[in-house]
């Protein structure tokens, strides 16, 4: 559990982070600071990496790359207190695909988890009725980008779980995010041809993709240990109790409006329980 621990408290600074860094910004240029500051942090490790494992992290670094742009995007359209949950619906995903690919059974357990999560959805956006709620799901694009990310990260959840049984962790973890970097910055370069925006971003923000570089990699980095010791289906749903920090900490750097979506995560983090254990 000493892995996993880590990855909840990471990952509940790392949302924060991300959203001050979409402040002002276009989501490729952020995403690219957020990844680029993430891969930076690894390069103490880059005696792990070798040609190997750049030719496998090419699969599961394209799947995230559209992944965590979305994610990106989600956070520079919406609230962290919507986010965060929103994040972890991939574990209702996880059932489908492990499902499809790893023959796991879709149990009644299973099912009632599911639904208890999708009830947990409706108070992220409350309405005076449930229909009305998930409606104003459906008209945040914010919202609507986190859903569609959750749904590649459970794939790409899955995909390491095949890949990280034959290589070193940590040259993994680096080629992920070498290949994630090289991603964002040739699709920001395009349209201004130059790097005074990335430098530019990079100057006003330092302290913050200094922060959330080293959150993002390593929460990533805990989860990949923590396959050793437990199942992805297991492992990703437990790092959901993540999202509760969060969206604490959205009211405290941000002041969001958190009394209903506090009750929402909780149903969130009870539906992976029910789903898992």
Known sequence: MMWITIRIILLGFERIFGKILTKNSSPIISAWGFFGFSTLMFLPFLNYLNFDIIKVSLISGTIYSFSFFLYMYALSNEDVSVIAPLYNINAIFLIFISFLFLSEKITIQKIAGSILMIYGV?????????????????????????????????????????LTTSFNKLGYSLGVYLIITIYFFTVSLLPHKNVKVHIDYTRKNIIYLLLGGFCNAYAYFALLMAFKYMDVSIAEPVSMISALVSVVFSYIFFKEKIKVRIFGTILLISGAFVIYL
């Not at 309405?127 to 104003?136: A, D, G, L, P």
């Open 122 to 162: 409706s108070y992220l956006k409350k309405e005076k009725s449930i229909s009305s709620s998930y409606k104003n799901i459906l008209k945040s694009k914010g919202a609507v980008a986190m859903i569609i990310s959750s749904l590649l990260m459970a794939i790409g959840r899955v995909v390491d779980g095949f």
